[in-house]
């Protein structure tokens, strides 16, 4: 097909399609951020030296040619938090994830135990709320926590309503972070988790619920978060804060994602 003085066949469309969705998922990615911007002047330089070089003038051609070689290294640390959310993305669409026969061999074992260890959680919380103390559980689903685990003081303890409770006291030295449980054992107290910062993040929210969110962002683990100053419960989950989840809901909500094959926590 000719339009104009341009050949322009079915794979051509094609390709212009598709970089369409790559920019507009990069743009998704990095709007409302100084990175959007960066993001955009970048490609008004790439664009403007297509033009440079298509009409054929080689010194600033050349000039641009490197400025683009050497800007390519810029965006990939400008862009390194981007690069990293989008990465996660495509890991949480792996083969692992969304094959039956493997979750059944490698998730099923674990699955049980966490169900079990749901109302020692659920109740814990509930008296937390009740006490006002704050509180950060995460619980994982899949995903390796191990690097947030390092981060706080190890414990691989049994998990129960009562040290739950104890650890995020007020008086107590590891009531700060975060705690993390992995596939039925409470691993590690006073951990420090990502914290979200997007432009969708709400300027309202606290550090503790920031931390939930970007905790949920990076991994596909389920976070409890429950504010000393209100006494209410909130979920995380997949980036999103499911905010003042009634009590009575709380297990089966917890229940329902853990053992789900999709990620995301239905509201």
Same mark, same amino acid.
């Given at each position: ?5 341009? /050949? ?19 743009? !998704? ?18 664009? !403007?030296?297509? &033009? ?17 070689? &050497? ?26 994830? /969304?094959?039956?026969?493997?979750? +059944? ?16 959680? &659920?109740?814990?919380? +509930?008296?937390?709320?009740?006490? !006002? ?14 690097? !947030? ?25 590891l009531h700060d972070g975060a705690v993390v449980i992995v596939d039925g054992r409470l691993k590690a107290a006073r951990c420090v988790l990502p914290v979200a910062d997007g432009v969708d993040v709400p300027s309202s929210l606290g550090f503790r619920h920031r931390a939930a ?48 094959? &999709?990620?995301?926590?239905v509201k």
């Amino acid at each position: 097909m000719r339009v104009g003085f341009l /050949n322009v066949n079915w794979t051509d469309i094609l390709d212009v399609f598709l970089v369409s969705i790559l920019l507009y998922q990069i743009y !998704f990615l990095v709007r409302g951020s100084i990175a959007s911007r960066v993001f955009l002047g970048y490609l008004f330089v790439y664009v !403007f030296y297509l &033009v440079v070089k298509g009409l054929g003038l080689g010194l600033l051609t050349a000039i641009l040619q490197y400025f683009m070689g &050497v800007g390519a290294v810029a965006l990939i640390v400008i862009f390194q938090q981007e690069i990293r959310r989008f990465l996660l993305i495509i890991g949480k669409s792996t083969i692992y994830t /969304n094959n039956e026969f493997l979750k +059944k061999i490698l998730g099923s074992t674990v699955l049980d135990l966490k169900n079990k260890n749901l109302k020692e959680i &659920v109740d814990a919380s +509930k008296t937390i709320a009740s006490n !006002f103390n704050g509180a950060l559980i995460v619980v994982n689903k899949r995903d390796d926590l191990g690097k !947030f685990i390092e981060t706080g003081e190890l414990l691989d303890a049994r998990v129960s309503k009562p040290l739950i409770v104890s650890l995020f006291n007020q008086y107590s030295e590891l009531h700060d972070g975060a705690v993390v449980i992995v596939d039925g054992r409470l691993k590690a107290a006073r951990c420090v988790l990502p914290v979200a910062d997007g432009v969708d993040v709400p300027s309202s929210l606290g550090f503790r619920h920031r931390a939930a969110m970007g905790m949920s962002e990076a991994t596909d683990a389920v976070v409890i978060v429950i504010s000393e100053q209100t006494g209410k419960i909130s979920l995380a989950v997949e980036g999103e804060l499911l905010s003042n989840i009634p009590l009575a809901e709380l297990e089966n909500r917890l229940a329902e994602y853990l053992s789900s094959d &999709v990620q995301r926590l239905v509201k």
